[in-house]
């Protein structure tokens, strides 16, 4: 339970009124993911992947479908650095990227304490790889937000070239620049068109559809994670759509893009739920945005409410997975950290050196 103590620490660090406590904890879930000992789901696969990436040669790294990826795994084994210190510069890329969305919200501890039950836990602490993509493509997001056109591209590219599955954001290109409009979202999504297809029809889409698209491998947990954010677009569209282009018109495009795609996702479910998954952690952090302003939005009615169950939600949530999933008390438990001794001191001492 470990898990559920750390996420009711942090609600409660939310609602006090020290500022300073964001970079506090920013350090302290930085460390808590990166320097984790034998803890995640993918801890194993990562470990035949540095294996397997860092004994090929440069030129056979760059040609990989993520050749980015590889890059980091050949430059690791090159420096002599044990396996586990991927996982601190997975984590520090994660979190470099929340960090940038964070501090563009009128409460940067609200939005971190938020993606700490779905999307930390997940992602920097498991799916490390796809953690990286995600923390670029927050840094995407902010330049998304800025109408900075050529580094929106770059940074996208830079995600994919580490999982080919930010690609995708690669679509709101004809979005970056202009104001948000039915108008312009109906010619942008033509515009779009010819990528959506180029897309498709990648080898990493051929890829992805051979592995997850009726094939029997599901995600687990993926239909109520990607339910919640269908939940949260309806409570954005609903309640918070109008209130929010008022009082935040710079980001409102972000927050009803993201939005739409939520419930987009929630179709892609049905079809392969491990695609759908992954695409769903890339808007947590959107989510995470919606949420974490509803202070700062005029509420007339049930204000207090809307501030409160998301927490409460996400906080059973957290429970639920943690007392009733195998593959969670499997991953995750006992945690354990090698940040107080030496790897060589730990049980597998010639496996990592």
């Not at 889409?205 to 592995?211: D, F, G, M, Q």
Request: glycine share 6%; with cysteine; hydrophobic share 55%.
């Amino acid at each position: 339970m470990i898990y559920v103590l750390v996420f009711i620490c942090l609600i409660i660090a939310r609602f006090t009124k020290t500022k300073k406590l964001y970079s506090i904890v920013l350090f302290l879930l930085f460390f808590f993911s990166a320097f984790r000992f034998e803890v995640g789901c993918d801890w194993t696969g990562y470990f035949n992947q540095y294996n397997v990436y860092s004994s090929d040669t440069f030129t056979e790294v760059l040609s990989k479908r993520e050749p980015l990826w590889g890059l980091v795994f050949f430059v690791q084994r090159a420096v002599g650095l044990p396996y586990p210190w991927i996982n601190v510069f997975s984590s520090a890329v994660f979190f470099l990227g929340v960090h940038s969305l964070a501090r563009r919200q009128p409460n940067p501890l609200a939005f971190l304490v938020l993606l700490f039950p779905v999307l930390i836990i997940n992602m920097p602490m498991s799916g490390i790889r796809q953690g990286v993509a995600i923390g670029i493509v927050c840094l995407a997001f902010g330049a998304f937000i800025d109408r900075r056109l050529t580094r929106f591209v770059l940074l996208i590219l830079l995600a994919g070239g580490v999982h080919s599955s930010a690609l995708v954001f690669l679509l709101l290109v004809p979005l970056v620049r202009g104001q948000y409009s039915w108008d312009r979202l109906a010619l942008a999504g033509l515009m779009a068109i010819p990528g959506g297809l180029a897309l498709m029809s990648s080898d990493n889409a051929a890829v992805a559809t051979s592995r997850y698209v009726n094939t029997g491998v599901d995600a687990a947990g993926a239909a109520f994670r990607v339910g919640l954010l269908a939940l949260t677009a309806l409570f954005f569209f609903v309640i918070l759509r109008r209130k929010w282009a008022n009082v935040f018109p710079q980001d409102y495009k972000l927050a009803a893009l993201g939005a739409g795609a939520m419930i987009i996702t929630m179709f892609i479910v049905p079809v392969s739920s491990v695609i759908g998954d992954r695409l769903a952690y890339y808007l947590v952090p959107i989510q995470a945005m919606i949420f974490a302003r509803v202070p700062y939005l005029p509420l007339r009615a049930h204000r207090t409410f809307y501030i409160i169950v998301p927490y409460v939600a996400l906080l059973l949530f957290l429970f639920a997975w943690v007392s009733r999933s195998i593959i969670f008390s499997l991953c995750y438990v006992p945690y354990r950290s090698w940040l107080f001794g030496p790897l060589d001191s730990l049980k597998y001492d010639a496996f990592f050196w």
